[in-house]
Nanobody, 117 residues
Framework: QVQLVESGGGLVQPGGSLRLSCAVS????????LAWYRQAPGKQRDLVAH???????TYADSVKGRFTISRDSAKNTVYLQMNSLKPEDTAVYYC???????????WGQGTLVTVSS
């Protein structure tokens, strides 16, 4: 059974920082590809950051230079460091992973990030 548990969301003032975590529980499997998505109220879910099987990363233009995706392979955990947050970053953030040996991808439950003064 594969479980993704997200944490780290909350309320932050504009210009502040948050770090989201996504702990992947998947006995016998390791993370191949990881990504973070977000969904603002009334909008579609959009890709925020992606890391492939190597260390190549891609980011949405709106977060480049402010957000950083990373992984701790020993802990099977994925992170999203978010700096210089803006009100338009307010959304529910979801982690998504592909595991070696599994065809389907897996989603976290989502964590709400609210950027407001």
């Amino acid at each position: 059974q594969v479980q993704l548990v997200e944490s780290g969301g909350g309320l932050v003032q504009p210009g502040g920082s948050l770090r989201l975590s996504c702990a992947v529980s998947a006995s016998g499997f390791t993370i191949a590809v990881l990504a973070w998505y977000r969904q603002a109220p009334g909008k579609q879910r959009d890709l925020v950051a992606h890391m492939g099987t190597g260390t190549t990363t891609t980011y949405a233009d709106s977060v480049k230079g402010r957000f950083t995706i990373s992984r701790d392979s020993a802990k099977n955990t994925v992170y999203l460091q978010m700096n210089s947050l803006k009100p338009e970053d307010t959304a529910v953030y979801y982690c998504n992973v592909h595991l070696y040996g599994r065809v389907e991808s897996f989603w976290g439950q989502g964590t709400l990030v609210t950027v407001s003064s």
